[in-house]
C-alpha cells in the first residue's frame, strides 16, 4: 500500500477515464479493471463518484467485501460541500463517507472565474468550502487529496488564488494538493515554469493532472515531476473525456526507465501490456497498436535498414528491451524488407535460415513481388511462414491438391439465406469431394475443406474461424477491384492470421482459408 513517502500514481480510469465517448463500464467491469490496475502497482485507484452515480455507489459497496487490493488504496471522488451549506449537511459529502474508502479526492475551484461565475460565490466562500469539507473528512479518518480544477487556466487570470487554495486545503489537513490542467491547454514548458513557481510558494505534496488536448499530457506531466511534484494522474490507456488524459501506462514507463524513480513494486513493470489490452477489452475498444511502450507496434521494425542494425544490436533500434514492459521486439516484412529482415523474421517464427542464402534471397524478391500485387504479409505471420518453410529445400508437400471448388447462395422466399460449397480435392493420391453449408460462403469454404482434410489431419476438428476482415485495395470501375481478406483462425489455445488477395472476394478468401488449415496442420 502507497505511503506518505511514496512517489504517488493515481490512477482515475474508472472515473475520469469513463468518461471517454463510447466508453460504459458495468459495476463488474469496474470491479475487473480495478483489479487489473492493482496489478500494475499504481498506488491509488479512484472508483467513481458515491451519491451522485447509483453505479458508482454500488461499486464501492460491493468493493468492500469483492475487492482485495494488495498494491493500491480506494479513492471515492467528491466535491466540496455546496455554498452556504454546513458540511454536516450535504448529502454528497456524506455519501463520501458512506463509501468507507481510505481515501477521498475532493474537486474544487481554484479559477477565480470559476468561482464566480459557474459556482456563483465569493472566493471566501469558496476557499472555506474547500476548508470546510477537507477538515471535516479528515476528522472522520480520511486521507484526502484535492483537485484544484482549472489550476493552469486560473494561475494565468489570477496567479495567487489557486495558491491560497492549495494553502487552505493543507492547512485544513489535506496530504496532496493537486494542480488541474482541466481543458488540457498547456505546454511542457509553461507547466514546468507554473509547477515550479507554485513549488517555491507552497508547502505540501503537490500532484498533476494532465488532459491530453494538445497531445502533450505524459510530456506535461513528466515536465511537472521534473518540477518538483510526486503525485501524478492517469487513466488506462488515456481514456477520457475528448482527447482523453496522461496514459498511466506511459507514465509509469517513463518515470521507472527513463527518470529512475520506483514508482511501481518490482515485478509490476512487466503487466503494463497485459494489462493494458484487458482493460481494452473491457471498455471494449480496439487496443491501439502503436501506443507507447504496450502497443503490438512499439517495437516493431518494418525498414530493411533498421532490419540489418538489430541483427547486429537490438537495442540499436530500441530504446529500452521490449521484455521490461511485458511487450516483444517484432520484425515486419514487406516490399521495404532487405534480406536482414527476412533472416530476424525467420528467427522469430523458428525457421533455421543459416546456411540457406539463396532461400533468403528468393523470398526477399517474392514479397516484393506479392506485395506489388496487393499482399501484405506484415500483419499475417503465418502465412509468410508458410511462403518462407516452402522455399526450404525440405519444404513438405502441400496438404492437397486442388481440382475445383464451388460455392452458392441461395435466398428463400422466408428471408432466409443459406450458403453451400462444393470442394473438390486430391489428398494423399485420392480424389475426395465433400460439401458444406455455411452463412455464408466463406463459411461454407472453410466447412468443406476441413470435412474432406479432417479424416487424415483430425487436429482440424477443433480450429475455427475467429475473425474476417476484408480491404479494398484498388476501384476499378463497377465492382471491379482488388480484395486483401485477412483471416483470424484459432484451435483455442492460439490464434494465427493468413492472407489472401484476389480480384474475387471467394478467392481472396480461399487462399487465406487454405493457409490457415496448412499452418494449423503444420503447427497443431
Not at 77 to 95: H, I, L
Not at 156 to 163: E, F, K, M, P
Not at 276 to 303: C, M, T, W
Not at 478 to 498: C, F, P, Y
Request: a negative charge; proline letters at 3%.
Amino acid at each position: 500500500m502507497a505511503t506518505d513517502t511514496d512517489f504517488h500514481v493515481f490512477d482515475t480510469t474508472l472515473r475520469d477515464g469513463a468518461q471517454r465517448e463510447g466508453v460504459s463500464y458495468s459495476v463488474a467491469d469496474k470491479l475487473a479493471v480495478a483489479r487489473l490496475l492493482d496489478e500494475i502497482g499504481v498506488g491509488f485507484i479512484e472508483g467513481g463518484w458515491p451519491g451522485a452515480l447509483p453505479k458508482d455507489t454500488e461499486f464501492f459497496a460491493r468493493a468492500r467485501t469483492e475487492l482485495k487490493l494488495r498494491h493500491a488504496q480506494l479513492v471515492a471522488f467528491g466535491s466540496t460541500r455546496r455554498a452556504g451549506v454546513r458540511v454536516e449537511d450535504d448529502p454528497q459529502v456524506r455519501a463520501l463517507l458512506d463509501a468507507e474508502t481510505p481515501v477521498v479526492c475532493l474537486v474544487a475551484k481554484s479559477d477565480v472565474r470559476h468561482v464566480r461565475e459557474a459556482l456563483r460565490t465569493t472566493l471566501e466562500e469558496n476557499l472555506a468550502m474547500v476548508h470546510d469539507t477537507v477538515a471535516f473528512l479528515v476528522r472522520h479518518g480520511r486521507r484526502v487529496f484535492l483537485d484544484c480544477e482549472h489550476f493552469f487556466d486560473g494561475y494565468a487570470a489570477d496567479r495567487d488564488y489557486g495558491v491560497e487554495v492549495l494553502r487552505t486545503a493543507f492547512a485544513a489537513g489535506a496530504e496532496v494538493g493537486v494542480m488541474c490542467d482541466t481543458n488540457g491547454g498547456m505546454l511542457p514548458m509553461g507547466v514546468g515554469r507554473v509547477v515550479a513557481d507554485v513549488r517555491t510558494r507552497v508547502e505540501g505534496r503537490l500532484g498533476i493532472h494532465c488532459q491530453d488536448d494538445t497531445g502533450c499530457a505524459v510530456a506535461n506531466t513528466l515536465a511537472a515531476v521534473e518540477a518538483g511534484v510526486t503525485h501524478v494522474q492517469g487513466t488506462a490507456n488515456g481514456y477520457g473525456e475528448r482527447a482523453g488524459n496522461a496514459d498511466t501506462f506511459a507514465l509509469v514507463a517513463n518515470l521507472v526507465t527513463k527518470m529512475g524513480l520506483p514508482v511501481v513494486p518490482p515485478g509490476c513493470l512487466t503487466e503494463l501490456q497485459r494489462v493494458s489490452h484487458a482493460i481494452a477489452e473491457l471498455a471494449n475498444i480496439a487496443p491501439d497498436e502503436h501506443q507507447p511502450y504496450v502497443g503490438a507496434s512499439a517495437f516493431a521494425h518494418k525498414a530493411g535498414l533498421h532490419a540489418s542494425a538489430i541483427k547486429v544490436s537490438p537495442e540499436l533500434y530500441n530504446h529500452l528491451e521490449p521484455e521490461v514492459v511485458g511487450n516483444d521486439m517484432r520484425i515486419l516484412v514487406t516490399e521495404m524488407a532487405g534480406r536482414a529482415s527476412v533472416e530476424l523474421k525467420g528467427r522469430e517464427l523458428g525457421v533455421d535460415l543459416d546456411g540457406h542464402g539463396e532461400v533468403i534471397g528468393r523470398v526477399v524478391d517474392r514479397v516484393k513481388v506479392l506485395e506489388a500485387d496487393g499482399w501484405s504479409f506484415e500483419a499475417a505471420d503465418a502465412s509468410f511462414e508458410l511462403l518462407l518453410r516452402a522455399e526450404l529445400p525440405d519444404a513438405p508437400p502441400p496438404l492437397f491438391e486442388l481440382e475445383s471448388y464451388r460455392t452458392t447462395v441461395e435466398h428463400s422466399g422466408d428471408g432466409q439465406v443459406m450458403s453451400e460449397a462444393t470442394v473438390k480435392v486430391h489428398v494423399d493420391g485420392q480424389r475426395v469431394i465433400s460439401t458444406g453449408e455455411g452463412n455464408g460462403p466463406v463459411n461454407a469454404l472453410d466447412n468443406a475443406l476441413r470435412q474432406a482434410l479432417v479424416s487424415r489431419h483430425p487436429q482440424l476438428a477443433d480450429v475455427s474461424l475467429a475473425d474476417y476482415k476484408v480491404r479494398i485495395l484498388g476501384w476499378k470501375g463497377g465492382t471491379s477491384a482488388t480484395t486483401r481478406v485477412l483471416i483470424d483462425t484459432t484451435d483455442g489455445v492460439g490464434e494465427w492470421t493468413t492472407v489472401g488477395v484476389h480480384s474475387n472476394i471467394v478467392e481472396a478468401s480461399w487462399h487465406a482459408l487454405v493457409d490457415a488449415l496448412t499452418y494449423a496442420v503444420r503447427h497443431r
